[in-house]
């Protein structure tokens, strides 16, 4: 069991954005159709060993934009005691305060006891061990991504820009593909263990472009979804049905093959 390079071989697919006709997805259906599944308390090793049971909890997450912080706020405000180890603690002083400044002075949920202020730790509660919004969002029968910060149900799919010229044609290009280690910067380097190209974490019951369809449809739109999903899904009926099974053109995400045997 490891953690492979991200710079191998991977195919990509491109196509029209269904609703804008002035930008173009560019998809990985390496990283899309492997079977990375999140193991959070289920043998993640956390990106720092000195906490290995907080997952990627621990650095506490940075915000997208005010709308993010916003709509976050919005949800820790729904957090009752039960709920939340740091209920007491974000409402100490006048203000509700969840939030500080990072890196770049640029805002971040706050840490408490060197983790993110959402973690709940085990001895508070079994029940709600984790992310104190994932269990809110259960509670109230949502999906996790109206209630967790941007980045953190975005992990690990990353959505990037890119801008192309075709003659006098200007696009778009939204890229859809994996958080890799080296997408986090020099920070990256840093983390003691990670999970996208980690042979422990390919082993879902369901590829990626279906166990994260709310948070591709979010990433993208529901018309650009369907086509990505049938792209990967003939891709992989393809892969099934070859008699020759390591044709260049199926890149097999190494993870996943290695997980699967």
Request: net charge neutral; charged share 25%; hydrophobic share 35%.
């Amino acid at each position: 069991m490891s953690e492979f390079p991200s710079t191998f071989t991977r195919e990509w697919v491109e196509f029209a954005n269904p609703e804008n006709a002035a930008e173009i997805f560019k998809c990985d259906l390496t990283w899309l159709t492997s079977y990375w599944n999140c193991i959070f308390g289920n043998g993640c090793q956390g990106i720092d060993k000195d906490l290995a049971d907080h997952g990627c909890c621990s650095d506490g997450a940075y915000y997208y934009d005010k709308a993010d912080e916003v709509r976050v706020t919005a949800a820790a405000k729904r957090l009752t005691k039960s709920l939340w180890q740091n209920y007491d603690i974000a409402r100490k002083g006048k203000q509700f305060k969840i939030s500080e400044l990072g890196l770049d002075n640029d805002r971040k949920t706050k840490k408490v006891n060197k983790t993110c202020i959402f973690f709940n730790e085990a001895e508070f509660s079994k029940e709600y061990f984790g992310c104190a919004l994932h269990h809110l969002a259960i509670k109230e029968g949502k999906h996790f991504i109206e209630t967790k910060p941007d980045i953190c149900w975005q992990l690990p799919i990353r959505r990037s820009w890119e801008s192309r010229s075709v003659g006098d044609d200007k696009y778009e290009v939204i890229v859809i593909g994996e958080y890799t280690r080296q997408a986090w910067g020099e920070g990256g380097a840093d983390l003691d263990w990670y999970c996208s190209s980690n042979t422990q974490a390919h082993d879902g019951a369901e590829p990626v472009y279906l166990s994260n369809k709310q948070e591709l449809i979010k990433l993208m739109n529901l018309p650009a979804y369907q086509k990505l999903a049938e792209l990967c899904s003939a891709r992989i009926t393809a892969m099934n049905n070859r008699k020759i099974k390591h044709l260049p053109l199926y890149v097999i995400h190494p993870a996943t093959k290695a997980a699967k045997g």
